[in-house]
């Protein structure tokens, strides 16, 4: 009658969200500031006046029939020249505003990106841990998701991306800054990526694709993000608005398909193809105009710089183990037991909604979501004090 396997994914959602609904029926019955709410990344510094100003602007000026018709399917062919010269201006890269399809954020991105590269038996390799919904967008387009593990401090392991590409690998996700761990991957370890996946690719004879998946690219702490397409020619971006100027809810980004990639044009062809297939065609007009007048432009990271170091400090101190972030706004912290999804259902006698890390592809591990407001913060330390003293009396 309708198809289970999209019946299971609406039934059985992320840990993620599942946490975020749960917090959102535990804020009614014990009221909002009782609930300390990490599950989401969901930003939560001020969208930049800029942003409201060239809305209003672009309201007052374009007339409505314009501001809010239909696009051409791949975009505005002037935001999409602008996406072109910014990233040739700011990165040094060469850049065609003919291979850039605005889209429906991130995860449209990445959907439209793998969907128009898989082929039957084709695998995609992943670096633990990862995005979750990684295994979905592969899956669901046919695809097989080969996982990868990190190494110490969660520095890539080529020794393990070398096991895990093959003759079937499409592509690399790679994911920079890091989701969850906010790990940057640095220009020593794309170089040698870059490598790696040259020598792939003439062992497989055609290119080992690398989809760069950058939501967090303007969201660091002093560490640089090497442009991935000026390592590896055969380089796919997949890119976001939403962190970066917090419009996580207007769902605005693009896909850029490197000039230098194999076949280019035919690739952007298929990235067409792939968006008319499952319907992610003309991307929201208003917010492809917003977006081409803040290219390079962020929110104010200092603000989730301030978040990050009262929590790292503060559980740190308490005696919780976290990995340093160096992006992004996710802090990601061992356990105090082996098994993480236990360890995340007793932090909920504390209110404390923690992501456990099974789903990103390691164990023993939770996800903090430091994109909140610094009261959550300061009201959630006596609950992590609290969390800590259990564990340790046991």
Request: net charge negative; with cysteine.
């Amino acid at each position: 009658m309708f198809n289970k396997a999209m019946q299971h994914l609406g039934e059985e959602r992320s840990v993620i969200r599942e946490l975020f609904e749960y917090g959102n029926q535990r804020k009614k019955i014990i009221g909002a500031d009782k609930v300390f709410d990490f599950s989401i990344g969901n930003p939560s510094v001020p969208t930049p006046a800029f942003v409201q100003d060239e809305i209003k602007r672009l309201i007052a000026e374009v007339p409505p029939e314009r501001l809010h018709g239909y696009t051409s399917a791949p975009g505005l062919p002037e935001v999409r020249a602008a996406v072109s010269d910014y990233i040739q201006s700011k990165f040094g890269a060469p850049m065609s505003a003919s291979l850039v399809y605005m889209t429906c954020g991130a995860s449209a991105s990445l959907t439209v990106t793998i969907n128009a590269l898989c082929e039957e038996g084709d695998e995609f390799a992943v670096i633990a841990p990862f995005f979750p919904e990684y295994r979905v967008f592969v899956e669901s387009a046919g695809g097989r998701l080969v996982v990868a593990q990190s190494g110490k401090d969660f520095r890539l392991d080529f020794n393990a991306l070398d096991r895990a590409i093959t003759r079937r690998t499409k592509a690399v996700i790679l994911n920079s800054p890091n989701n969850p761990t906010g790990a940057v991957v640095s220009e020593e370890e794309l170089k040698r990526l870059a490598l790696l996946l040259e020598r792939k690719s003439l062992e497989k004879g055609e290119p080992v694709f690398l989809i760069a998946d950058e939501p967090y690219r303007e969201l660091t702490y002093g560490e640089e993000v090497p442009f991935p397409m000026n390592y590896y020619h055969d380089t796919i971006v997949c890119y976001s608005f939403s962190k970066s100027l917090s419009l996580a809810g207007e769902r605005i980004g693009y896909i850029a398909v490197s000039p230098l990639c194999c076949r280019a044009e035919d690739i952007f062809s298929a990235v067409c193809g792939a968006g008319r297939s499952l319907g992610f065609v003309c991307a929201p007009a208003l917010f492809q105009r917003v977006c081409a007048a803040a290219l390079g432009r962020s929110c104010d990271v200092e603000e989730y710089r301030k978040n990050r170091d009262l929590l790292y400090d503060s559980l740190t101190k308490m005696g919780y183990e976290c990995v340093p972030p160096a992006g992004a706004f996710y802090l990601f912290v061992r356990a105090l037991e082996e098994d993480a999804v236990a360890f995340s259902e007793r932090a909920k006698d504390y209110e404390l909604l923690l992501v456990p890390s099974d789903s990103f592809g390691v164990r023993g591990y939770v996800r903090i979501s430091y994109c909140v407001s610094r009261t959550v913060i300061e009201r959630s330390l006596p609950a992590f004090q609290r969390l800590y003293e259990e564990y340790r009396k046991n």
